[in-house]
């Protein structure tokens, strides 16, 4: 009998062999699909390196490659925070350059001639893939239905939440990190589920390669610890958990405590505490437990109150202790600016001035993460149902991790996980619900309320008490799947909207439209750093704000003052009073630092906003952070409390190296009188500010970077500002001839 | 902080500036012991028009830290009444910890309602202002008379970071420590709380426990913070936004313009379409497949999809207005 297309299709997925084959193949897509969509960048503008970070880094991947892995290991850069350097090896984390340093020697070794900086341009794509599948696992111990996987897949390898920080190019820690947080997730529950030493193992493996790779482990190492908490305070105490927990916690802490970087904070630090405190309650538990099946009962509730008194008295006093001496080190910045959101606005300014520390905007919720943003909840209450140990895992997590994106921008990326299986959870049971083709019999209904009703309501979930019957309406069901299937469409064109609107680009290259709507290319940084890497000695000290840091150093090849390793207040504090002081006061600054250029980025001409001056009532609050008798934030505000950089600027703005590097010459370009500033939208004065211990060494194509060379001490001894009014023609001030004294002996 | 009433105030206010000009000289040593007789009495001093002309008069061997404050409720001065209890604290505590006047600072709080003719003569427009006057005659005096000022340009500030400042401007002289009392009434009322709330606890354990064990409950709990937090109730939390904002044309605008900020409206606005959603969700995956008559099954199930889809439709023409290049869009709100 001939049979029919339909039958045919319906029974190629029954097979369990066929249904391997096709999730991986779907898998397969679902990861190439994710590694497409963050090309936009290399199709659009090149092979490039985008951004700040991402240039120490790559700068640090050629040094490992050149120089091998122990060179790498104790590399100390004399070439940034001039004059003090950097202990690079001992202050980064290796685990993003040694896996690119692998890759790279791996592709060697099988004779495939590939350039370092295209490993580095598509190692985020690259494990984006991995990431997918890695969700793919992890959302397959939370449910039975194998398609939440493939959704949660799907979901993870195109959120724009994880976009964002994993474009081509984007070659920061959190290209390999979130990978590496989602597959130690998925052998957590792997392991807990188990109770297997194994997976224990296998887990403190990958936290150990982890905490190697990015920061943000410390929410894996928080996070574990409150599931096991949870856990135990719903009187879930297994042996499981202990084997899983200790296993876990013994192994990662040695594995963690190897990098240099980390080294003994694992001990010390509060964010660390939890971990250790949770370990260390595990074995009172597993004591009690011991003792328990060893002693008559009425013996033991003594033991227990005595035992659990004395334990709790002991490490309270041991704790205080430990604090009042010292030994137990206070919270670390970035880490107490998460619980005291006022805390780091008063205290410490650069963490305050960095955009992505900034707290979440609900727009921003939306925008990285479309509809599954009201899926999550769906998906969490879903968790709700069955409430095993995995589905408490995804509960914590979604609390955890949803208080910190709301406080911290960047940490949207270690929510879009848990976002993407619940919501995977919430699709798939729909789908499932209601793409079921068979209709609900009655006498079959009336048979499952029975067994149901025995059975009792012994299911947590009051909604949850009556026996799933299923969808009578043909109409309901199609509908449902139609209306499902249009808001995955959508889902699918926002996050591609948004991917190659908002993150994909450089910031190095700046793309802007003609009026004919081709596509113009502005590329004055590389263009400026080209001009530094030809034009000046080989070690010529730049100083120019953090920001710029890394780019100089990576792309110019030139020693910085400070970069954005921000580690040294005092120093950046420096550079900022700099910047903000006036030339009599910066030029000492600059010739005790040996500073020979300086660059500035100014945005008044094509109307850039990520220019200087927008930035610099940061450097003022730096420098005034360390020196509050000598410059004052108040004194760049209008006594109407107005920024302005127009003709009613404050002296001290308009006396300041920023400004004056910013605007000088800049009046020229326009015919008098009409020196408009495009970025803040303010005409400036006529006469434009003069220079005195600086010449304009270069200005690139679009004036968005200014590169000044510092003067040397003048031949003739003058000082700078009469110098360069000699140069300029003017006549000396009648006020020098009055204080000419009796006529010395120059003694020098 | 902005105290617009003031000036037109202080115009209305009596012209004898020049009549109380002239203060009785006497000579400064006297003057600090008076003033530092009066502080320990009772610190910060309460100035009045012609004592503040007095104890501020040149030829000073002390400093003078002198607040400007208007603590009257009509001038709506929030920034005044919230540094007033820091400043008498620092003032407080600096003064009985130099009992011997030996750093030779005076603190003095002159309100408004007072000397509305220094605040006129010195151009006030804003309050709280902190003058420190330095000495200008003895051993730590400086070279300029003019007053230093203190800036309240980050909102109140604790008693630590003004005492800091002080002391920066009064080298090699003692410093007395802040000394914050301990608030007794608050630890008192905390151990009652504590005591009463585990007694309480104690004694319902019975009725609480199940409560504590409803997995609905804690389902609630979950989701509604959930929703707070991915509605952006943190960022309000940390910015302090306002609630809501005039449109400039007398309406109420609920939605702030612009990507990076928003109401604290607006959130619970997006909170609650969020909850709707997810809701409608709920009710689809779990409640709609578990109704035995098919017909109410219908209803609910119409109900609900059309529920989610009119408010997904709304949230995305919200979003828009949020963000105008944002392409997306689903009927009715196009």
Partial sequence: MSADPLQVLASAGKGESTRGLLRVIILLLIAAAAIASRLFSVIRFESIIHEFDPWFNFRATKYLVANGFYNFWDWFDDRTWHPLGRVTGGTLYPGLMVTSGIIYHALRALTIPVDIRNICVLLAPACSGLTAVATYLLTNEMTPSPSAGLLAALFMGIAPGYISRSVAGSYDNEAIAIFLLVFTFYLWIKALKQGSML????????????????????????????????????????????????????????????????????????????ALGIFGFLQLLAFLDYVRAAMPSRQFQTFLWMFAGGTFGLSLLGLVLATSAGVIAPWGGRFYSLWDTSYAKIHIPIIASVSEHQPTAWPAFFFDLNMLIWLFPVGVYLCFQELADEHVFIVVYAVFGSYFAGVMVRLMLTLTPVVCVAAAIAVSTLLDTYLRAKLPKPEEIQAAEASEGKKGAKSGLKSTSKPVVGVYAIWGKSMMVSALAVYLLIFVLHCTWVTSNAYSSPSVVLASRLPDGSQHIIDDYREAYQWLRQNTREDAKIMSWWDYGYQIGGMADRPTLVDNNTWNNTHIATVGKAMSSSEEVSYPIMRQHEVDYVLVVFGGLLGYSGDDINKFLWMVRIAEGIWPEEISERSFFTPRGEYRVDGEATEAMKNSLMYKMSYYNYNNLFPPGKAMDRMRNSLLPEVGPTLSTLDEAFTSENWIIRIYKVKDLDNLGRDHTSAAAFDRGHKKAKKASKKRGPRRLRVD | MRWPTLFSLALFGTGSLVATAAAKKTPPEERFNVYHAKALASAPVKLSDPS???????????????????????????????????????????????KKGESRLVFGTLDFGDGKDIFMSLGLQTAPVLFLFPPTVGPHATASPEPVRYDFTSGSQAAELVHSWVARHLPDRPHPPIKRPINWMRWISTFVVLSGGLTVSYAAWPYVLP?????????????????????????????????????????????????QSQYGLETQIVAAMYGVLALSGISLAIKVPRMSDPKMQGVALLAWASVLFVVYSLLLSIFRGKNPGYPFSLPPFM
Wanted: glycine share 8%; aromatic share 16%; hydrophobic share 45%.
């Fill in chain 1, 199 to 274: 997976w224990g193992a296998l887990c403190a493996l990958f936290y150990g390669y982890m905490v190697a790779s990015w920061g943000g482990y410390a929410f894996i190492t928080c996070l574990l610890p409150l599931h096991a908490f949870v856990l135990i305070c719903m009187g879930r105490y297994s042996t499981r958990l202990y084997v899983s927990y200790t296993t876990w916690y013994a192994l990662g802490t040695l594995a963690s405590m190897q990098i240099p970087f980390v080294g003994f904070l694992p001990v010390k630090t509060s964010e660390h505490m939890p």
């Fill in chain 2, 52 to 98: 503040y002309r007095e104890l501020t008069s040149s030829s000073r061997d002390y400093t003078v830290a002198v607040l400007l404050t208007a603590m009257e409720s009509r001038y709506g001065c929030q920034l005044c009444r919230e540094f007033q209890p820091e400043w008498e604290l620092l003032a407080r505590s600096w003064t009985s910890g130099d």
């Fill in chain 2, 211 to 259: 409560i504590i064990q409803n997995r609905t409950v804690w389902a609630a709990i979950t989701l509604i913070s959930i929703l707070l937090f991915t509605s952006g109730h943190m960022f309000n939390q940390i910015r302090n936004v306002p609630y809501v904002a005039g449109d400039g044309r007398g309406g109420i605008s609920y939605f702030a313009s612009g990507f």
